[in-house]
């Protein structure tokens, strides 16, 4: 299982469920409770079914839909599937900003999660920032990663690329990505 912290931003919807897309709605939240967070969470605990972001790196005809998207190609949206998750709490609420931490298995998208609770509480939300506490061996220093980059293939992917990249010594610097405030993975 996977463990992340995610910021969510009650009262916007952006066109990538996170703070690197477009604003597409606004609605009032000031009706929300920490009562009425906590109640939602329940819905999404256990098994249950997700659709997946427009934006992700899933594929369609062996292209990314994100790519397919930013070439303004019509992308219907993707069926509901089944994700577990294993543990969903509020950490803090400050409106707008309310704090989860989410223990799930694979293929589950938290932004996703976090536009889904905003649907839930007859508002919208976004999902601010996401921290990922736990992965293997991996811990994480930086803040917004996007949570479709952390497959082993990728990480395996990322580390073979550093490798070659730094056969001398360390570099620190950030591997550029395709997409603009994705983050990839440091290698150090």
């Known amino acids: 299982s996977q463990k992340y912290t995610a910021i969510g931003l009650l ?7 996170d ?10 939240y000031d009706q929300v409770t920490k009562g009425d967070l906590e109640n939602v969470l329940q819905k999404f605990t256990g098994d249950i079914m997700q659709v997946p972001p427009l934006y992700s790196a899933l594929k369609k005809d ?13 992308v219907e949206a993707k069926p509901a599937r089944p994700v577990r998750v294993y543990s969903l709490s509020l950490q803090q609420f400050q409106p707008p900003l309310f704090t989860l931490d989410v223990e799930c298995g694979g293929g589950f998208y938290v932004r996703s999660l976090v ?6 509480l007859s508002t919208c939300a976004t999902m601010q920032e996401l921290t990922r506490t736990k992965h ?25 690329h550093c490798t070659s990249l730094l056969p001398a010594e360390p570099s620190h610097k950030k ?14």
């Open 11 to 17: 009262g916007k919807a952006t066109d990538t469920l």
């Open 19 to 28: 703070a690197t897309g477009k604003v597409t709605e606004e609605k009032p």
């Open 62 to 74: 062996g292209e990314r839909l994100s790519t397919l998207m930013k070439r303004g190609e019509a």
């Open 115 to 120: 536009s889904d609770i905003g649907k839930e």
């Open 136 to 160: 293997g061996p991996f811990t994480l220093e930086e803040h917004a990663l996007y949570e479709d980059k952390w497959t082993i293939d990728e990480i395996a992917r990322s580390l073979q």
């Open 175 to 188: 591997l550029k990505t395709e997409h603009p405030g994705e983050t990839a993975v440091s290698c150090e």
